[in-house]
């Protein structure tokens, strides 16, 4: 099973918003609505972000917003905050009780 | 408030055993809990290895199915892996982590750092 596609980095001012694309195929992304987000800080554990598609676990403000479309996800971070500078992971479930995660995109805030 | 801990060597000799354990302090005793175990190589993205939900069923990676193991001990609140016949290629973060019905992981530990080097 190969990894879900994700750009290697992106980038945006504070109060901006950047979208990171997680782009599978119809046996992962677009044939489930399992579809996850993860938020990795150095020497912290990962946190969820966003889980089946687009709702977000309690804590996570609402500047984090997750959608779908055909075989890619896509994760939204609105108004950039300089705390919101880390590694993100899509994870999807796959055919045959398989997941796989993403290359992960690192977000840097100018 | 069900906190995570992985434990276990940080360095392992190819072809060897790799076994790790986590401690889950704060709630293990919810029968309806899920567990997994994902790792992370250096510099790519991460890998699930599998799961083992309440029932006792186990789900693993199918490209490791033939080497990875998971066990429940309820009596010391731990979640075990194990990970057989060991190469460099299995070097990475080894994180645990619970699991939802709904196959996403709501809670992680920080990870411990394997390398399998002789």
């Known amino acids: 099973q190969s990894a879900l596609t994700q750009p290697p980095s992106a980038s945006g001012s504070p109060g901006q918003s950047v979208t990171i694309p997680c782009t599978g195929t119809s046996s992962d992304v677009g044939g489930y609505e399992y579809v996850s987000w993860y938020q990795v800080r150095p020497g912290k554990a990962p946190k969820l972000i966003i889980f089946d598609v687009n709702k977000r676990p309690s804590g996570v403000p609402d500047r984090f917003s997750g959608s779908k479309s055909g075989n890619t996800a896509s994760l939204t971070v609105s108004g950039l905050q300089s705390e919101d500078e880390a590694d993100y992971y899509c994870l999807s479930y796959t055919n045959n009780i398989n997941l796989v995660f993403g290359g992960g995109t690192k977000v840097t805030v100018l | 408030q069900v906190l995570l801990q992985e434990s276990g060597p940080g360095l392992v000799k190819p072809s060897d055993t790799l076994s790790l354990t986590c401690t889950v302090s704060?709630?293990?005793?919810?029968?309806?809990?899920?567990w997994g175990w994902i790792r992370q190589p250096p510099g790519k993205g991460p890998e699930w290895l599998g799961s083992?939900?309440?029932?006792?069923?186990?789900y693993y990676n199918p490209s490791l199915r033939s080497r990875v193991s998971i066990s429940i001990d309820k009596s010391k609140n731990q979640v075990s892996l194990q990970l057989t016949s060991v190469t460099a290629a299995d070097t990475a973060v080894y994180y645990c982590a619970k699991m939802m019905l709904r196959w996403y992981f709501d809670l992680w530990g920080r990870g411990t750092l394997v390398t399998v080097s002789s």
């Open positions: 083992m939900v309440h029932t006792g069923n186990t």
């Open positions: 704060g709630g293990f005793t919810n029968n309806a809990y899920y």
